[in-house]
């Protein structure tokens, strides 16, 4: 067999290939598809997931002629969209600010969007129910310095609460998506309008915002679809004031009714699905469809705007934005944490609640359920997503995108529903049956959460690496998986342990998803965070809440380190003589003759098509 010549050999590795192929397809299927229709056939079901019944359309009669459903369309949409407007008003602020102005301050602005990014909604969710909290909340003390009343002023579990914290998130989101289209708008086009006579204000507003209409409504369309899906804040804080969204009704279906009525969340479901889906569906086709173009043809040095003395207002509404979204919870969770008595200073300070909590079973449990998710399941995410972007971006057959675009249906699907779609989906089928409430099938619904982020990451640092690298290694005699392993996935390994890193936050603060498969046995931190909420213990709250970001922290330096010192080893190492490019043909992207050299680095930040890209 090994005297085979070389294109028999390739011939022969075809099967496999394509075998393999296959078996990822299945894997797509049953993992990112399968949930999705099941909560459909759920819909049409008389009884619970695992048990026999009936097909029947009562959970549509009953969810859809309840005048409270049409309420909650109104109110999720309402929600939805001012968390979209007003996010998308301070992110083209805050990034008109740092790229186009002389603000006083405004380099401080991309780490403390960075840093709001990494935070979970739950942090805003439960450091905001306490810093709002109407008669013990920090900043109602604060207030009331200065207002003379007894109670309040803030009210948080409110509408205007509950956008407010909202926008917090979703603004540094959309401020990090934008902030390279600002960096990259062609100075041309400011100076043809300066030298036209027309204000360098009224610039903005007549020529540069225009150009970048395209990314503001790809951004608002994301925007309005993240507001759907939000489940934290809207529960914390809504909730408790009797303000429902989508997410929060499919939720009470199935917590707060015996039996859980399954046929109506479902139903619920698939009027979410389909509202989410079309938005999806516009948002890809708009970005994908046109050219975005911004870049001028020659590289020019932008000049600042002079706002004069205006440039310590935008410097006040970034410490504003700052003290809002970062400081004050983080102050509240941590001072909360060694009160004596929540919200009371004068109570003094201890270190028991760390104490009681550390000596629960029921948090030891979490926080190892927790660790185990994110070590395991983060690699595990990775690993598939890799798999994916390799065969998207090397793969010749045009269904490669359809294995892409099926990772990307969690986007579509908030996460109560894909919850239950996995309930469905799981205790339907006898011999999976034993992963009901079990940390596998926590971690599962976990991985298909964070593996969309996962695949955009590594389709990105795949993309980089130029397939001229693998063909060489190939030429050279290296097997195709030998080429893969010593090529790609050295020079993308730096890229794939940032995305360990961002798919570990993502499941360790995802709420949504263990709330409706964890037992009591697998529940993860953000669960019993949830638990400690409810029932009033809310210092306690804050001490786990306050570990787990001291060990986020923690991570992320390690990660960091790591990072640096493998992107370190990999520069300085030599490429094998086995990987040399061949020198007889130049390169078709500059004319000239490849070489050895190592590839850029991939980025580790997740991107977008953005007015810089075409398709």
């Not at 540069?208 to 899906?229: H, S, Y």
């Not at 999806?280 to 020019?300: I, Y």
């Not at 730096?494 to 498969?517: D, H, Y």
Request: glycine share 8%; net charge positive.
């Amino acid at each position: 067999m090994s005297a085979l010549p070389a294109p028999l050999r390739r011939h022969g590795a075809r099967p496999l290939a394509l075998l393999g192929a296959t078996a990822l397809g299945l894997v797509i299927l049953v993992l990112f598809v399968y949930p999705a229709v099941m909560v459909v056939v759920g819909a049409f079901r008389t009884s619970s997931p695992g048990f026999p019944g009936e097909w029947s359309v009562q959970g549509f009669v009953d969810a859809y002629t309840e005048p409270a459903t049409y309420e909650l369309l109104w109110n999720s949409t309402a929600y939805s969209f001012s968390v979209m407007v007003i996010s998308l008003v301070l992110a083209v602020f805050f990034a008109w600010v740092v790229t186009q102005t002389n603000t006083p301050g405004r380099r401080f602005v991309t780490p403390m969007m960075v840093t709001l990014i990494t935070l979970p909604f739950l942090f805003f969710g439960i450091s905001w129910a306490m810093l709002g909290n109407s008669s013990t909340g920090l900043l109602n003390q604060i207030l009331r310095l200065v207002v003379p009343v007894e109670e309040g002023p803030l009210d948080v579990r409110s509408w205007p609460g509950i956008v407010a914290v909202a926008v917090l998130k979703i603004t540094a989101i959309n401020y990090m998506l934008m902030l390279g289209v600002f960096r990259t708008l062609d100075p041309a086009l400011r100076e043809a309008s300066l030298m036209a006579g027309v204000s360098r204000t009224a610039t903005f507003f007549r020529v540069e915002l225009p150009v970048l209409a395209p990314v503001l409504l790809a951004l608002a369309l994301m925007g309005f679809v993240r507001g759907l899906e939000s489940f934290d804040v809207p529960l914390l804080l809504g909730a408790p004031a009797g303000i429902e969204v989508f997410s929060t009704q499919i939720y009470d279906y199935l917590r707060n009714h015996f039996p859980p009525a399954y046929a109506q969340a479902s139903a619920l479901s698939v009027l979410v699905m389909a509202i989410m889906v079309v938005l999806v569906v516009l948002m890809w086709r708009f970005l994908g469809r046109r050219d975005f173009t911004t870049l001028g043809g020659k590289g020019q040095r932008v000049e600042l705007l002079d706002l004069g003395p205006r440039r310590y207002l935008c410097t006040a509404a970034i410490v504003a934005f700052g003290l809002l979204a970062l400081a004050f919870p983080l102050v509240q969770l941590v001072l909360g944490s060694v009160q004596s008595v929540f919200g009371v200073l004068s109570s003094g300070f201890t270190l028991d609640h760390y104490r009681t909590v550390l000596g629960e079973p029921g948090v030891i449990s979490a926080l190892q359920n927790t660790a185990f998710v994110v070590v395991v399941g983060g690699l595990l995410a990775v690993a598939l997503a890799t798999l994916i972007a390799y065969i998207v971006q090397r793969g010749t057959s045009k269904l490669r995108w359809v294995l892409e675009g099926a990772t990307w249906l969690p986007w579509a699907v908030p996460g109560v529903v894909l919850g239950l779609g996995m309930l469905w989906a799981y205790l339907s089928v006898p011999g999976l049956r034993t992963l009901f409430a079990s940390i596998w099938l926590v971690m599962l619904g976990l991985i298909v959460v964070a593996t969309p982020v996962a695949v955009r990451l590594a389709n990105a640092a795949i993309a980089q690496v130029h397939r001229q690298l693998e063909e060489a290694a190939r030429v050279h005699g290296a097997g195709r998986l030998r080429a893969v392993i010593g090529v790609v996935l050295r020079l993308i390994l730096p890229s794939l342990l940032a995305g360990w890193l961002i798919c570990g936050v993502v499941m360790a603060g995802e709420l949504a998803v263990p709330v409706l498969l964890s037992g009591p046995g697998s529940q993860t931190v953000p669960v019993v965070l949830l638990e400690m909420t409810e029932s009033g213990r809310s210092s306690e709250a804050a001490a786990v809440f306050t570990l787990m970001l001291v060990a986020m922290a923690a991570v992320l330096v390690v990660a960091l380190a790591v990072r640096a010192v493998g992107t370190r080893v990999l520069r300085a190492r030599p490429a094998p003589a086995t990987l040399a490019a061949p020198t007889t043909e130049p390169s078709p992207l500059t004319g000239s003759v490849p070489t050895a050299a190592p590839a850029r680095e991939p980025s580790p930040a997740v991107p977008i098509r953005t007015a810089a890209e075409g398709d």
